[in-house]
């Protein structure tokens, strides 16, 4: 009989007990809900913000405010990828702006945000400054990974550039463009709650948690911490679920080709 569990599966679940075990003994050690809850009444409180009447305006808005980063992110850095990838000239030209962009703390951009923007902005402009170098050096390095002498060729034997967009640089730069984009997601959350927190907007996961810190109530505090966690899960899966689905195309186009 086969079995469904399987070694991932096993190793997975294992690393999460593994981690509830460890909490739950710090929690114990401390004694103290004031330093850390235990495990159980955290998970309380994360089913019942589910439950609050403003956890959709909350969490929604922190949603948006990601999506919104992501796109204008993705849009930028695929638009400076391919010129970079494509124009060593601009390649040059363009290193010191990516370099600078990488390199700038976030706390020092936020600081200065917090100045130039209204406090529903800063987090959407945290989140694209941290955003777009991922996503930007990924295509630039996919479309530099392409054959020269594929390129040479095609254009050799006269290839109509909707052939050479979709079979020679598209299926190069995907996974590029997949690996960008999940890396992208995960430190982009951060930053936007980190943005949230310091320029405290109306509505934001950012500006509940302050608010439940300053008032020391810890288990809100983690409990927003593991749904912000979640919401950053459920994007990156999406991400892997649009690759497959490029996977998926490519290989049904390989076929039809052949």
Known sequence: MKSFITKKTFLGLASVVTMLLIWEVLALYFNSDFILPTPVKTLTTVLRLFTDPGFISIAG?????????FIISFIAGLLFGVLAGTSRNFNIFFRPFLVTIRSVPVIAVTLLALIWFNPGSVPVFIAILTMFPFICTNVTDGIRSVDPDLIAMASFYKVSRRRLLTEVYLPAIVP???????SAMGIGWRAIIIGE???QPRYGIGTIMQAEQTFLNIDAVIAWTIIAVLISYAFEKLIRWYEHRIVIWRDRNDSENQ
């Open 176 to 182: 590029f463009i997949i690996s960008g984009a999940s």
């Open 197 to 199: 927190v310091l320029s």
């Open 61 to 69: 808005t922190t949603i948006a405010r990601g999506i919104i980063g």
